[in-house]
């Protein structure tokens, strides 16, 4: 009975999701962490999809095993205060300037403080780097 509402609720937040990677006031991690989860109660199709998404995949992977790679925890820093200062800019009332610094802080308290995952090693002969994502099999 549950199972359409969270997979329209889990299409909605991957879309507002992947509309947050190019609108810096929109936040792309929450909407994608919902998407899995609606997906996980609605959709095994769906939910493989996304934790196995070239992009995507790797931090609702993060996310689940509570480490980042060193390289992630800085590209992720940046991004958020990037976007926190241009949201504050485009916003350019007081209160923004207040309150989206000190979520941006605590944000950045709880990325730091996340067991680091180590970095994946080369596979032999190819030079490229394996991310080391786990792959998540249906269960039926």
Avoid at 86 to 99: D, E, K, Q, Y
């Amino acid at each position: 009975m549950l199972k359409p509402l969270f997979l329209a609720v889990g299409l909605i937040s991957l879309a507002l999701g992947a509309v947050g990677i190019f609108l810096p006031v929109i936040p792309t991690t929450p909407f994608m962490l919902l998407a899995a989860y609606c997906f996980a109660r609605s959709s095994d199709r769906l939910h493989r999809y996304l934790v196995n998404h070239r992009v995507f995949g790797e931090y609702i992977s993060n996310y689940y095993n509570h480490a980042m790679t060193p390289r992630h925890k800085a590209r992720t820093l940046v991004l958020l205060w990037f976007g926190i200062i241009v949201s504050c800019i485009l916003i350019g009332a007081t209160i923004p300037w207040i309150i989206l610094p000190i979520i941006a802080a605590l944000v950045s308290i709880h990325i730091i403080r996340l067991k680091p995952r180590p970095e994946a090693a080369p596979e032999p002969g190819d030079g490229s780097i394996d991310d080391a994502r786990p792959t998540v099999k249906s269960s039926s």
